[in-house]
Each structure stands twice: as C-alpha cells, then as structure tokens.
C-alpha cells in the first residue's frame, strides 16, 4: 500500500518545491478554505480531534495546548513556531524546510486564525540558514499572493509571520526560554506556571509550537481529523511522524510514517537493516534526552504512549543506532558532555550536578571508575528531576537506561579498569 | 487566609505567602541562598526543597515559589528533602574554595551557615574547580569570583531593584560570571549592597578588608547622617575603629539597603585629621578648662556688647537632642539669637516645610512606592537623597508616571535609575484630584507661589531637608521664630556666634568673632582663635533625629570615640613620665597595643554635642540638665531603634 504522505508529501529531489508546484498540489487551499468557511473555532476542533500532539519531543496535545489560551483576555496573542532543533540526533525539522517550507507558513497562518493571531514569529536556530532562507521567500512569496499580511484571500484575516534568529544554544528550544530570548533577555528558563498560553511573550498569551505540529495543521483541515488521525498504523495513535534515523544503520534517511510503525520495521524496511552486517545493540528512539531502547524493543511500536510504556520517550524521533562494537558507557558520556556544556548556568543540579556526572563517566569509561560511583550515578538519576527545567532530567534520561539495561557493562569498566569494548572497531 | 501545616505547626497566613516565609514566621528557618525578601522569586538554588506530605499539592517543591495554601502538609525534615539540599550544597562545594580562612565574609556567611547546617563532609567529587579571574570594581568591593554560588542575588538587586546597567552576568553553563561589562568601577550608586546581598565572599567591602572578623565587631542600631532620608545603619566597629557600615533593615524607610555613600563615607569618623582634643587658642586644654573659658568668654561678650550681638548656631546635622538644648541655651542668654541654619534659602525652605507638612500630606518612603503619579520639582534627586531615587524606581515600575519638571538637575554623579518624561512646568503634571500622587521638592526655598501650587495640588509631599535632621531643625526654626545666621547678620546686629556642629559661612564679616565650636570636624580657618570642643559623630551617640518623612529615629552608639588602637601616636607608648618617647620610638609603628594601663581612651575626650550645651547651659546660670526630651518630645525617650520609628506630627 502506498503509504499516505502529510508532511514529505511535496518533496523534490534535491531541491526544494516552488511556490508555484505547491500551489498546484493543493498548497494553501486548506488555508482558503478556513478564513472562507470555517471558523477560527472549528479550525481549533479540527486540531483537537485529530489527536495531533507536539512534535518537539514532550508530544503534548496540540489541540488542548491551544485550548489553554484564555479567550477573552485582551491583548495581542502570540504563535511562536519553534525551530530551535537542537536536540542530538535530530534533523527532521532542517529537512522538512529545506525541502518545504510552505507547510509551514500555510500551517502557521491556519494556527493563528484559530488563535487570533495577529503576528507570529519563527524561531531559527544558528545553522538553518538553508532553511530560514527558504522560509524567508517563501513568507514574501505568500504575501505576494495575497496569502499572508493584509486581509488574507481578501478576508478580514490578517497574519504577519516574523522570522528570528537565534543567537543562543541550546536552552533556547525550551519555550519560556525562547521566550525571554526573543525578549531580548538571557534565555533562561521561567518557572510554570503561569504558563505561556496565559503569560508568555510580552505577558501576553502565546502558544509555541514544533515546526513539524504545525506543518501537519493544513492537511487536518483540509482532509479533516478522522483521516489524519486514521493515518496512524495503531488506534491509540493519530497522524504520521517524520523519525530521523542516524547511527549504525546501513542508510541513514528521514522518513515519514505512520505513528505505531515498529522500531524493526523502521530499521530494516526504510533504512536497509545494520550497517556492515552489525548486530543491534541498542538505540535511542526520540533524540538525546530518552533512555536506550534494546534488542528486546524491536517490536515496540514507535507512538507516544506505546514507547513510554517499556520506559522511555518518543521524543523528537530522532533515532539513533548503536551496534555490538559501540561502548555504550563511552555513548553516554558523549551525550552528557553535550548536556553539561548547554546548561544555561539558572539552577545548581543543572549547572553543577551534569558535570559532577560527566566526570564520573569519564572516570569510568577511562577505567578509573569505583563501585560507589554507580551509586553516585543514581542519586544524580534521581535528583537532578528537582531542577528548574527539564533539561537535567532530560540529560539523565540516557544515563538512566543505561544502568537500567545496560549495568553489566558498566561494572565491566569498573571491574577491568578499562573500556572491555576497546579495540574492537566501534565508537 | 491559608492555613496549613509545617512541621506538625499549624501556621496561619496572609494570601500570597510562600512556603518559606510562612515557615519563617513560626521560627523554622529553611535553607535558601537565592531567595531574599527585597529580591523577586528566582527559584534558582533549589536549596529550600521540602516536601509537601498532603494537601493540594504533593512531593518535594521549592519553598520560595510556593505559595502557601489550605490543607498544605509541609515537612521540612523529610529524608527526600533533606537528601536534596544535602546534594546541593553538596554540588555547590565542587567549585567552592577553601577560602574560608582568608575570606572576610567568614562568621556573617550564609554558605557557611547552610553548609554546616546542612551537615556536609566529604567531598566526593573527583574533578578540578572553576576559577576566574577577578576584576577591579572600583574602591569599595574587593571582586573574588572563585567563591560564587551562582545564586544570581547580585545581577538581581544590581539590575532589578537598583536598575543599574554596567554590571550583570554573562556567560552559561559553570562558566557563568557575575561582574562588569568593561573595565572599570563600578557605576550605580548603590553598589554597595551587593557586599551586604552576597550570601558568600564574592563581594566583600574593600575599606575593611582583612580587619577583623565578624564575631570581633561591635556594633548598634545607628542612622545615617548623610542626608534626610535616614536609612539605617549598622556601624561596625573594631578596636576604637569604625571597619565597615552596613545596611540595616527598615521597612518603613530604606528596607533592606543603604547607598554607597552612607556605606563608605566613613573616612571622616577615623581620619587621623580629625580634632579630638579640646583647645582653647590653638592650645590643648582639658575639657573642662576649655568649657570654663567658653563660658567666660560668652559671659564677656555679652556684657560689652549684649545678648543680642551673639548667635547660636545648629544645623540640619545637630542631632534632635542638640536642637532642643539650643533653643533652651539662647533661654539662658536671654536675647541671644537662635540659628538653625547658616543660609537663608535653606532656612526657609526647612521652615515652609515644617509649616506645611503635617500627618496626612508628609508623604513616607513607602507613600512614594505606591503612587501611581510622581513629580520631581527643583531637586538633583541622587544627590539630595539616593534612596529616595528607588523608591520611585518601585513606583515606576507598578505603572506609575513620573515627571521631570524642569529646573530639576540631573547633574550628579548618577543617571536616574526609572523612566521619566521632562515638563516644563508644574501645570502639566496630570494629578488627578484624591489619586495618589506625590511631590518630591529638594530641599532650600521654592520660587514664590510654586509651595502654595503644590499644597493645592492635593498630593502628598516630599520636602527634603538639607541635612539629616533638617526637619526638626526647621521646626524649631519655625517655633522659635529662628532665622539663620546670614539673615542675622545682614540684619546687622549679630557680631559673633558660638557653633555647635554648625557649617559657618566661608564669608563672615571680618571681625566677627567666633566664640567656640563644638564640633567632631576640623573648622578652619576659625579653630585656632576660638574655643574648641570635640564632639562624637552619630556613630559614636546615642541621640534622635527626624527625617524628611518626620519620623524619628533614635541611633546609639556603636564604638565609644578615641584614637583608633591601629596607629596609635607614638606618645601613648611612652614609659615613664607623660610624653617622654622611649628609645623604641625608632621602631616604628608598635605591633602591639600599649602596655600602659590609663583611665583614659586616648583621643577619647569627645562628647555628645548636646551634653556640651547642656554643659555650657548650666555654667552660664541655667538650670541642669539631665534628659534633652522633655515635654511633647518626652514620648520619644525610650524610642526603640530597632523599631520604626515615629512620625513625630502626632506628638
């Protein structure tokens, strides 16, 4: 069965689509047909049965996310799309608009309506250039033709997208630290609540979403809710994913599919199985901040809820695949040094704790660990959930399956006093 | 109001209060290094976890940034919670340094306290510390960025609360780093407070740098004398020296902090210039010699040339004490002339002040915070009275509108820390009739008509004095028909005065005479021809004073006055016989204090300045004088300086 495509659904070879391809593919009628015949209200429902849920790795549900804005508040009210992709292991959203950018603008636009909406912005990270170039044309390209700006379609709808460029790391994709960065302030992270769909940018209500949620918002409305949400491969699921794979696989590709698909079938089917005849040893499913799932997992389907269940996260989808050769301690050590040097600096287990980790694992995977340090290790497991925000936790998470699934080898380091996977090519 | 449960005590308070502080008002101390009463919530040390056992919410939460609600089941010695703070302090010691032993924040630190409390040990971390490199924030604070806990207390209070721009941090990660943008000294007025605000050595008070250790120091509630706001302060004082001064808590006038001039202007209570010993002619005598002299020399004067010819003269910075006796002196001389002040613009603008304030229209310090309309009026506002400056930044920043009305300066060392907008005249200021509006005036005479404008404006008031007790001087001025001594003069019948802590003009007549100064600073060029008589500073008295609020307040002394012990003069180690130097005197400067027992402080003859008065008042026929506070001033007797005062309209 040739499988039905929402987000990849316009892609070219090599190249970016044309605003005039996309127009001719469908593009941007699902937006004429919302200020022409729906309202903002309807457009919101649609959201909200569709099952959508946030595509940037906490997988919250769109509908009811956008259901929090209060509705009778005055004021302006904010969209922020959030395209700070940092998170190890993850490419989907540099590919979706370097590829398309018009989902996006279309979805965006489609969001704000349902808000009230008058100006949204893009948050790009440093390294998009590609893509915010592509977004840059493609935002003048819509106001052009009269779909963006002044009186949408001739209709009573205005919407100005905004693209911004980061200047910050990684903390800045979480969104109260987005926030006080598009503020112009350190992006620190602001304690919830409130939360932004009361108070955020500027006090006011403001809604961030992930630039793959959005880009799938055109497609809900123009096909309605029940076939995106029947789209899905298991019927707790809704709507496909794109699920970026890197790692020991033989090609690594970004694939849209359905929500459910099994981890086997995403490697074997769509990334041509393990890379030089390597064994499967574990991978992380969701980007850098979920726990390793193992050989025992393959058949897990890869949705929300499914993939929490066995203890860990769907997260970003970003997959990576680490095989028999690859040290695992040698792995999450690489990881948390990635942690330890974005904590923005805010709260002590953060800012302190990463690094009293790192060193540990260094210690450990240098041969030089100790027996208490595994219980060093899951005292830092623990607390560090009691930080300001979820990047602590977050950068335990690998940590945490790692003694979870992954202990033997750990005391392997100890026991030897030396990595028992040296020399054996991996890394 | 939310009644909850911490530690097995009920607890019962207002709506809006944390956790933390409701657990403070039941006399549990949580563990906090981020939190501060004066400071926004930052929530960012996670030191004052505790655990929520029932109620609404449930598991370990942050005291600080939890508001305390009904049916909450606090613990704040739950093994979970204790785990946690544990770890921090646990996390904080893996960059701290074992500064402790050179560290003069050791005694008065709260990483000290939280660590010990906390019960920390050893130390499990195997990895190398952060350090910095430390900068030069000018003369007062010492920078040392090793000892940082990343609390983010400075930035807050810097930036936040005093709305300076050249210092915040910068940096992330364990790198993060709290100093100056560029080189140089520090700008904001009030920066200071970050000496007294960081819970750890990272700023510690550059003039009193390795002196003395807290547990050392002596110290006393005592009010600044730098201007008319009166913030208080705590002198501390080692070995006859004033170390360091710092800000003490009041929530009526300065809150928690002071500027940086009543913090570090304290170069003239121990300046070796300073004249401490009594002399009549230029020539040291003992107190009570010189006192005899004076009195002979006042009753002379008087006889040739009446009571009339001879002014007395206070001043704005004369304590309340001092000002009354004053009034009682120039009684016992009946006729003599009674001056408050030295210039006649500042005279009458004290005067006009005490006529025109009274308990509904004196606006307090905290009247300010909350007005929502503000005009600043003739005034150089970070000069006159810096603390006012953030009382108004409070307000500016609940919405309030604040207005330049032009004339005012902006000259001064400091830019305002709040927006304003520059109007031409009064007029335009958009008081609406019964809001809650003030006017702040500088202090000296207003143009004529601009008082009557403003009383009829229906605002509150700010009408700064010219000196830290401005306001009782311009209301004795005022009940006693004073005019100040330039007037007197120009009316042409004074022809010589007796000073008591009094600024006398530069420019008197030639011949007229200066009977005697009682004073704690040298007055040239008149000392040598007049008797003069040491007096203490404020630090060194117990004595009241008013601000502009008319609130007294009531200091004490915190160090008794004398030569400090470090620098003794070389007389004071003599053996033997008065004066005789010993041989040793070639080793320069002695190590140890003196060896010789006396009776008295050396240097140490100053006396209050209303116990001088009262003296001098006595010799010359008046009655004795035991208690300075009498009549309606005798409620302020036993005024609790640790309290907040009282607004003295009521008396």
């Known amino acids: 069965m040739e499988q039905e495509l929402v987000l990849f659904k316009h892609n070219r070879k090599h190249r970016p689509v044309t605003f005039a391809e996309y127009r001719k593919e469908g593009g941007f009628e699902a937006l004429e047909k919302a200020v022409k015949k729906m309202t903002p209200a309807e457009v919101q429902q649609a959201v909200i049965d569709s099952g959508l849920r946030g595509r940037g790795g906490a997988g919250f549900p769109t509908g009811r996310k956008w259901s929090f804005v209060p509705r009778d508040l005055p004021g302006p009210r904010w969209l922020i799309c959030n395209c700070d992709e940092m998170e190890p292991g993850t490419y989907k959203d540099r590919l979706l608009l370097e590829h398309n950018p018009y989902g996006l603008i279309e979805g965006m636009t489609l969001a704000c309506y349902a808000l009230g909406v008058r100006h949204a912005f893009i948050f790009i990270r440093k390294g998009y250039e590609k893509a915010a170039e592509n977004l840059a044309r493609g935002i003048a390209e819509a106001k052009g033709a009269g779909l963006l700006g002044e009186r949408i379609l001739g209709s009573e709808v205005s919407v100005d997208l905004d693209l911004h460029l980061s200047a910050g790391r990684y903390i800045c994709g979480e969104e109260t630290a987005l926030i006080n960065a598009l503020e112009g302030k350190r992006p620190n992270p602001r304690s919830k609540p409130p939360f932004p769909a009361v108070k955020g940018l500027w006090q006011g209500p403001t809604v961030v979403n992930n630039v793959e949620t959005l880009a799938a918002v055109p497609a809900i409305v123009a096909n309605g809710p029940a076939w995106y949400k029947g789209l899905a491969r298991i019927p707790e699921a809704a709507g496909t994913k794109l699920f970026c794979v890197s790692g020991s696989v033989a090609e690594r590709v970004c694939v849209e599919l359905p929500l459910g698909t099994p981890l086997r079938e995403i490697i074997d089917r769509y990334c041509g199985g393990m890379r030089d005849g390597k064994k499967f040893k574990a991978c992380i499913p969701g980007g850098a901040s979920t726990q390793f799932l193992t050989a025992d997992h393959l058949d897990v389907p890869m949705d929300y809820e499914t993939v929490a269940k066995v203890g860990s996260r769907l997260g970003s989808g970003g997959v990576i695949v680490f095989d028999e050769s690859h040290c695992l301690v040698a792995a999450t050590l690489n990881l948390i040094t990635f942690f330890a040097r974005e904590s923005c600096g805010w709260c002590t287990p953060c800012r302190e704790g990463l690094p009293f980790v790192k060193e540990i694992l260094q210690r450990i995977e240098a041969g030089r660990g100790e027996e208490r340090d595994i219980e060093l290790l899951r005292e830092h497991i623990k607390y560090l959930n009691y930080s300001f925000c979820a990047l602590a936790p977050g950068a335990m998470a690998p940590v945490d399956g790692l003694l979870a699934h992954f202990e033997d080898e750990v005391r392997e380091h100890i026991t030897k006093g030396c990595c028992p996977l040296a020399g054996k090519g991996g890394n | ?387 006012l400056a953030l009382s108004v930044r409070k307000a500016r920043a609940a919405g309030a509108q604040i207005y330049l009305v032009a004339g005012t300066t902006e000259a001064s060392a400091a830019p305002l820390p709040f927006q304003y907008r520059t109007v031409g005249s009064l007029d335009e200021v958009p008081f609406e009739g019964g809001s809650k509006g003030v006017v702040v005036c500088g202090a000296g005479e207003q143009e004529p008509g601009v008082l009557a404008q403003i009383a009829s404006l229906g605002a509150k008031l700010v009408l700064l004095q010219p000196g830290p007790n401005g306001f009782a001087a311009g209301l004795l001025a005022r009940q006693h028909g004073a005019v100040s001594l330039s007037e007197a003069i120009a009316a042409g019948k004074v022809k010589g005065a007796v000073a008591f802590e009094a600024d006398l003009a530069d420019a008197l007549p030639t011949g007229f005479m200066v009977l005697g100064i009682a004073d704690w600073q040298a007055c040239p060029p008149y000392r040598d021809a007049a008797v003069f008589l040491p007096t203490t500073v404020w630090a060194e008295s117990c004595g009241t004073s008013i601000n502009f609020e008319g609130r007294a307040q009531r200091f004490e002394p915190a160090l008794k006055a004398g030569l400090p012990l470090r620098g003794l003069p070389e007389k004071y180690y003599a053996h033997g016989a008065e004066g005789v130097a010993r041989e040793a005197a070639a080793v320069s400067p002695p190590a140890h204090p003196p060896r010789i027992p006396r009776a008295e402080i050396p240097g140490g003859q100053e006396r209050e300045c209303w116990r001088v008065i009262a003296a001098l008042a006595e010799k010359l026929g008046g009655d004795r004088i035991a208690e300075p506070l009498t009549g309606k001033w005798s409620k302020l007797q036993h005024l609790d300086p640790e309290g907040g005062g009282v607004r003295v309209f009521s008396l």
């Open chain 2, 1 to 387: 109001m939310p009644k909850l449960i911490i530690d097995d005590i009920p607890v019962d308070v207002a709506p809006g209060t944390s956790v933390l502080e409701a657990a403070r008002s039941v006399g549990i101390t949580i563990p906090h290094f981020c939190y501060h009463p004066a400071l926004a919530i930052a929530a960012a040390c996670r030191l004052c976890a505790v655990k929520l056992l029932d109620g609404p919410v449930k598991g370990i939460q942050m005291s600080c940034s939890l508001p305390a609600q009904d049916g909450m089941v606090v613990s704040t010695t739950d093994p979970e919670a204790l785990k946690l703070r544990e770890l921090v302090i646990e996390w904080l010691m893996i960059n701290h340094p074992h500064d402790c032993p050179v560290c003069d924040e050791g005694g008065e630190c709260l990483l000290q306290d939280f660590t010990i409390a906390g019960g920390h040990s050893r130390r499990r971390y195997r990895g190398k510390k952060r350090t910095f490199k430390n900068q030069y924030l000018g003369e007062g604070i010492c920078h040392e960025m090793n000892r940082c806990i990343e609390c983010y207390r400075c930035v807050r209070f810097y930036q936040d609360y005093a709305g300076g721009t050249d210092f915040g941090v910068t940096g992330s990660a364990g790198r993060v780093y709290f100093g100056r943008f560029a080189d140089g000294a520090l700008e904001s007025p009030f920066s200071g407070n970050l000496v007294d605000i960081c819970p750890t050595g990272v700023f510690t008070d550059k003039t009193g740098r390795f002196r003395a250790r807290y547990w050392d120091y002596q110290f006393a509630p005592s009010v600044c004398p730098r201007c008319s706001v009166g913030c208080n302060t705590s002198p501390q004082a080692y070995q006859r020296e004033v170390i360091k001064i710092v800000g003490r808590r009041n929530d009526q006038v300065n809150g928690w902090f002071i500027c940086d001039r009543g913090r570090f202007d304290k170069g003239y209570i121990n300046a070796p210039e300073r004249p401490r010993e009594p002399m009549i002619d230029g020539t040291p005598a003992s107190y009570d010699e010189a006192l005899e002299a004076l009195t002979a020399r006042i009753s002379e004067f008087v006889t040739v040339n009446g009571t009339e010819s001879l002014a007395l003269v206070g001043s704005p910075r004369l304590s309340l004490e001092g000002c009354l006796l004053l009034a009682e002196l120039a009684q016992v001389l009946d006729g003599a002339q009674l001056c408050y002040f030295g210039d006649a613009s500042l005279a009458r603008g004290s005067v006009a002040a005490a006529t025109l304030l009274n308990e509904q229209n004196a606006a307090s310090m905290r009247d300010v915070e909350k007005a929502d309309c503000i005009a600043l009026v003739s005034l150089d506002l970070m000069e006159e009275a810096p603390m």
